[in-house]
């Protein structure tokens, strides 16, 4: 599939980076903005994170995926495509067993396709939470690219410097309504948007899971976290990694490519 080249999402990004960095100066200049000031810079923060590995526009992104267990290990391939925050489509392209399992998001509706039983299921919302492909990242984290923005309220909790850049941690507690399962969520971001780690607290505010950034490079014309860890603390040496190996940012994908169609037939 052809993929051109935008500039207008670059653009976007330093006018955003620009509009965050104002606030921040106006909130060290008027005392009395400055709580109001640090929240809208805790929403920049978290969206900038969110835009920097799908882009500002769409994305096409090769990676690979390590689930390790203390005696065993599997490894798989898969690519995807992403449109904003609403619309992803993910497929995996090896081991044999699993080419052409895919998943299709549009807003809140998440699809799966399996090509050995060409069965395409929607996903309720119940089922969100279980594992996806026997990984430790739910489908739910998978799906859930602007609900901190949305459904928390956010607030920078620390910050500190490290290794030439200011980092940031945001805390982010659900809304009394949110339609979300955890409790809370701290995000550890650089920045320069890099998100270095994020923890997830249930109701009891009992730390439950842990991704990591363990690499960050340049890839696709952004410096971006390349490789991720993701582990259940209550299930020592349990993790899953996913490397991003390949990647193109603010990239033409037709509308077709999020279509319960393309899911099924492999097209993009």
Known sequence: MPLVKTRQGNLRRLAWRLFAGGLMASAATVP???????????????AGALDLVRGDE?????????VHRPDWERSSSMISWSRGREDALMRFTAPPKDAGNA???????????????NRTIRL???????????SDFSYDDLSRADNLLQHYDLRIAETREE?????????????????????????????????????????????????????????????VPTRMRMEKLDEPDHWTEIV???????????DRTFTVFALKAGAS
């Open 32 to 46: 009395h903005a400055q709580e109001h000031a640090q929240e809208m810079d805790a929403h920049a923060l978290v």
């Open 58 to 66: 769409s994305s096409y992104q090769e990676m690979t995926m390590l």
């Open 103 to 117: 998943l299709l998001k549009q807003g809140e509706k998440m699809w799966t396709y399996t090509p050995k039983l």
């Open 124 to 134: 309720p919302y119940s089922m969100r939470s279980q594992s996806w492909a026997g």
């Open 163 to 223: 290794d030439g850049h200011v980092v940031y941690t945001v805390e982010a507690v659900p809304h009394d309504d949110a339609p979300v399962v955890w409790g809370k969520e701290i995000w550890v971001i650089r920045d320069d948007y890099v998100m270095l780690e994020q923890a997830f607290y249930d109701q009891g505010m009992e730390q439950l899971k842990r991704m990591r950034t363990l690499e960050v490079r340049e890839i696709g014309d952004r410096v």
């Open 244 to 254: 991003i190996t390949s990647a193109e940012f603010d990239i033409e994908l037709p």
